[in-house]
T-cell receptor, first 114, second 115 residues
Framework: AQTVTQSQPEMSVQEAETVTLSCTYD???????LFWYKQPPSRQMILVIR??????QNATENRFSVNFQKAAKSFSLKISDSQLGDTAMYFC???????????FGTGTRLAVRP | AAGVIQSPRHLIKEKRETATLKCYPI?????VYWYQQGPGQDPQFLIS???????DKGSIPDRFSAQQFSDYHSELNMSSLELGDSALYFC??????????????FGPGTRLTVL
């Protein structure tokens, strides 16, 4: 069985500053995929960023980047220049292979302060 | 770009009633997934379909059933509803041929309230 752990239930950051959300996981697979999804108050699940485990290079998407440490099974999300619209619940998720279900962590609620 | 469509967006039912949730995947996506998110919880996988065949099954109660139709839309049928079924139900779709990433894109969800 695969598991995803997010140890920070809540975090807060000042607007324009940088924040890092932590995620660790456990899987016996050698190849897998990792995702960060954002769920704002509207409850829509929005893809933030994705990482293929076989790629050593960390994924980046504008202000969002990850620190993927395969040996440590760690997948943290860094948000630079935080904006008020980044206020949301952030879920880390793992899937084994193409067509497989997502296993989610329990989420980190991020509040961006003006 | 077209997104996943779910209907209805909100549904209120009484205990022991039935409910049908519908999902229309992104065009050319061949896989549909259903997730249930209770209040304050992370989404839990229920069931998935690939090319109209059930591909995986999670913690879906026997009272629930689902199928994917020839036009790739999917329906989740829920019978003998219980108070604990109140949740946000997400449908997601993916394209298995889109390289190895196979990212799942979520619909807006159906909020089911059982009274």
């Amino acid at each position: 069985a695969q598991t995803v752990t997010q140890s920070q239930p809540e975090m807060s950051v000042q607007e324009a500053e940088t924040v890092t959300l932590s995620c660790t996981y456990d899987t016996s697979e050698n190849n897998y995929y990792l995702f960060w999804y954002k769920q704002p108050p509207s409850r829509q699940m929005i893809l933030v960023i994705r990482q293929e485990a076989y790629k050593q290079q960390n994924a980046t998407e504008n202000r969002f980047s990850v620190n993927f440490q395969k040996a440590a099974k760690s997948f943290s999300l860094k948000i630079s220049d935080s904006q008020l619209g980044d206020t949301a619940m952030y879920f880390c998720a793992l899937k084994k292979s193409s067509g497989d279900k997502l296993t989610f962590g329990t989420g980190t609620r991020l509040a961006v302060r003006p | 770009a077209a997104g996943v469509i779910q209907s209805p967006r909100h549904l209120i039912k009484e205990k022991r009633e039935t409910a049908t949730l519908k999902c229309y995947p992104i065009p050319r996506h061949d896989t549909v997934y259903w997730y249930q998110q209770g209040p304050g919880q992370d989404p839990q996988f229920l069931i998935s379909f690939y090319e109209k065949m059930q591909s995986d099954k999670g913690s879906i109660p026997d009272r629930f059933s689902a199928q994917q139709f020839s036009d790739y839309h999917s329906e989740l049928n829920m019978s003998s509803l219980e108070l604990g079924d109140s949740a946000l139900y997400f449908c997601a779709s993916s394209n298995g041929l889109a390289g190895n990433t196979d990212t799942q894109y979520f619909g807006p969800g159906t909020r089911l309230t059982v009274l």
